[in-house]
């Protein structure tokens, strides 16, 4: 049997040490918490979960990406005010913020022991600027396409991938297509007519050669 | 001879003169008495090496790559010594689109994944959406969903065993044996759920609707007759010479790349690893049924063939089976809600083997009528994976058949 969420968790943190983890309830009933990486050792975290003899988690199954937008979380608070020089409990609304990142979720299962689904989270600080995560590719094969389709998407960028492209979406194409607050352009088809700027980004796959000038 | 149409451009553009290399594509001017000049991918090559490397775009539209899917291969002589798959051509964003739908509206889409299989797709997606939801399933609907998603198994290996003749160079008869029967296949689905192809047939907690009158019987019969169309088409493939010379030996596959690189389904058993999802989740009720998982050993397209060949013979077996001990009763669950599902906050990742490997949707409910977030492992996109590995030093006609061999659907490789 597989060990549950907590006890693979404190075996983390005693075979790599300093890894910061977080078990993520699910509140579904299908009941697959998962576990919070921090992404400095996220490789060694993947690296022990495959090798460690009594998990070996050697199948990627999936790896995809979510992006959270900024929420705000209204929660009822009880305080304590003195109202009218008598002491009541009021209720109070506060507003909670939750930074808006992006999240790479990897389903992990074992073809050896034929166990799993043990769900890893890697979550980028931001999502504009700082969309950096740590690439599983070398530790499992199967993140390849599935890390680039992630970038493709969503935009996370991930260190260490051997190949890091653009695969579904062609080359030049500017945005993050999954990301929440992408708005489709009203024509994908448009293309600038084939003047000025077209003729001066051709320019870099078929430089013009000056020819010298032949003198009759 | 030279071209220029100055009239498109306004004047305004210097339209490069006949002498200078002309910008291909992009002007109208276009010298033919020039050599073409373009730019290339190959790396730039040392001029004591002797040889030449070449690029070959295979596809977009070639007939072996079933579908809109693109080689970009570079041969050395006949070898070769690069490949990199390009995908996206059929890309619609299958998971932007179920986000904007509700949970229901999404299964006509999941149709048009694999869109050989759509039976086997409903039901990884059913399957996802019933963990998600904490719906039951009743008896009568998880048989239906056995047969169907058996049927579909039968389906998907026919077609996949004729397509790779057809790539081998057996024009038509094998293939067409195969349509043949698929053919009886697909009147069971279309007599079940009123289409051939894009069946739409099962909802959360059971099926769209009940079996036709008379349908078991027109089912058992397929299912009895099935064995000898295998037996006729194994006589004729299955020791033929050709197929043993092209096949054996050629694409060969590790067991610990397989697993490490997520290889699922028949690829990954006929490298010899025993992993079938049926045997391992248990989910609906396949735990009732006695089948074997056939494995390769060699990891070669001949190991591939041969194991959807005996795959087919087991799924025979659980037909049988499931035709015999199918009971009454209801087909979908009264608790299980359909229009309007609003699952609890939370997430679920289903899987289901189909016939291409490990099917797999993840999803995560925000509570609102829509997921927040859907997703598809694509089995046929992971498979492809090692398709560089495999085919590296070999020629571009064993390349053809090792993709054959892989088995995709492009609907499902870009979604």
Redesign the interface.
């Known amino acids: 049997m597989i060990p549950t969420l907590e006890q693979i968790k404190a075996r983390i943190e005693q075979s790599v040490p300093g890894a910061r983890l977080e078990i993520i309830p699910?509140?579904?009933?299908?009941n697959?918490p998962s576990l919070l990486v921090s992404n400095e050792h996220a490789v060694d975290v993947a690296k022990f979960l495959r090798d460690d003899s009594e998990l070996r988690l050697?199948?990627?199954?999936?790896a995809?990406g979510?992006d959270w937008l900024e929420k705000v979380v209204k929660e009822k608070v009880k305080v304590k005010r003195m109202v009218e020089g008598v002491e009541k409990e009021l209720e109070e609304t506060v507003e909670k913020k939750t930074p808006a990142y992006l999240e790479a979720?990897y389903?992990l299962y074992s073809?050896?022991l034929?166990h799993g689904?043990i769900?890893l989270r890697l979550r980028t600080e931001n999502r504009t600027d700082k969309t950096h995560l740590p690439s599983l590719t070398p530790i499992?094969?199967?993140?390849?396409?599935?890390e680039r389709e992630i970038f493709d998407?969503y935009g996370i960028i991930f260190d260490g991938h051997p190949d890091l492209r653009?695969?579904?979406?062609?080359d030049a194409f500017k945005d993050f297509?999954?990301r929440r607050d992408y708005v489709a352009p009203d024509d994908y088809e448009y293309e600038p007519t084939?003047?000025?700027a077209?003729?001066e980004k051709?320019?870099c796959?078929?430089?013009?050669?000056e020819?010298p000038e032949v003198k009759p | 001879m030279s071209f220029s149409n100055s009239g498109n451009t306004g004047g305004e553009t210097v339209i490069p003169s006949s002498d200078s290399p002309s910008l291909n594509g992009v002007t109208a001017a276009i010298d033919f008495d020039e050599p073409q000049k373009s730019y290339s991918l190959l790396p730039k090559q040392n001029s004591e090496v002797p040889g030449e490397l070449l690029e070959v775009a295979m596809g977009p539209h070639h007939p072996s790559t079933h579908g809109v899917f693109r080689m970009d291969v570079v041969l050395d002589g006949e070898r070769i010594v690069k490949l990199k798959p390009v995908f996206g051509y059929l890309h619609r964003n299958h998971e932007k689109i179920a986000e904007g739908t509700s949970y229901l509206g999404s299964i006509p889409y999941t149709d048009r994944l694999d869109y050989l299989c759509s039976m086997s797709n409903n039901w990884g997606y059913a399957l996802t959406v019933e963990k998600l939801s904490g719906f039951q399933v009743p008896e009568r609907a998880e048989y239906i969903r056995v047969i169907m998603a058996e049927l579909t198994r039968l389906v998907n290996h026919i077609c996949l065993v004729g397509f790779l003749m057809q790539d081998m160079g057996a024009m038509g008869t094998p293939l067409m044996y195969a349509f043949r029967e698929r053919e009886k296949i697909l009147d069971l689905f279309e007599a079940a759920s009123g289409a051939r192809m894009m069946c739409n047939y099962l909802r959360f907690g059971g099926v769209r609707c009940d079996l036709p009158k008379g349908w078991l019987d027109e089912a058992r019969k397929v299912v009895e007759n099935f064995p000898r169309f295998l037996d006729e088409f194994e006589a004729l493939l299955s020791g033929n010479e050709i197929l043993i010379a092209r096949a054996q030996g050629v694409g060969v596959l590790g067991k610990e790349l397989a697993v490490n690189a997520g290889i699922t389904g028949p690829m990954l058993r006929a490298c010899g690893v025993n992993y079938d999802i049926r045997k391992v989740d248990k989910y609906g009720i396949y735990d009732r049924f006695d089948f074997r998982v056939p494995l390769g050993e060699h990891g070669d397209v001949f190991d591939r063939y041969m194991v959807r060949v005996l795959e087919m013979r087991e799924s025979l077996k659980i037909l049988k089976a499931a035709l015999r001990d199918i009971p009454e009763g209801l087909i979908v669950d009264a608790k299980a809600k359909s229009r309007g599902l609003r699952p609890k906050v939370g997430e679920a990742y289903g899987r289901i083997e189909g016939p291409k490997g490990e099917l797999g949707f993840y999803l995560i409910s925000d509570g609102s009528a829509n997921p927040y977030r859907y997703r598809v492992r694509p089995p046929s996109l992971i498979n492809l994976t090692i398709l560089e590995d495999m085919c590296l030093g070999l020629t571009i006609a064993d390349a053809v058949i090792i993709l054959g061999s892989v088995d995709i659907v492009l609907g499902e490789v870009d979604r």
């Open positions: 699910n509140g579904s009933p299908a697959q050697d199948y990627a199954s999936n995809t979510i979720v389903h073809m050896s034929k689904p769900v499992w094969r199967s993140c390849e396409f599935q998407l653009r695969i579904l979406m062609w297509p999954m084939p003047h000025d077209v003729l051709a320019k796959h078929f430089p013009i050669v020819t």
